[in-house]
């Protein structure tokens, strides 16, 4: 499951961003991956509590990254991708002066 997600953040990152921002975005993806990467052995030594915790955490980590996915990427099944940023109105930091 772990291999899926580490594949699916890269397609998604390849399908859903312009151009423009694609390789930073990859970048930032590939640095959370290497992150998470390093701090999720050290799960494990909730085990000490109980031997169910570490793969509790998890799972719940895993149902949060799909409820998340699930609400804030859009499908884009069958639209044409656009290859530009948006308009400057549009953005999310666009009407700071």
Known sequence: MCA????????IVNELYPTAVRNLAMSAVS?????????SP???YLSDIGEWIPYAVLVG???LDLVI???????TKGVHLENHLPP???RIFGRRA
């Open 4 to 11: 899926q997600l580490f594949l699916s953040k890269y397609l």
């Open 31 to 39: 640095t959370m991956c290497r992150v998470g990467a390093m701090f």
């Open 42 to 44: 050290q799960l494990f």
């Open 61 to 63: 980590m895993q149902l």
């Open 69 to 75: 996915f699930c609400i804030f990427i859009p499908e």
């Open 88 to 90: 400057k109105h549009k």
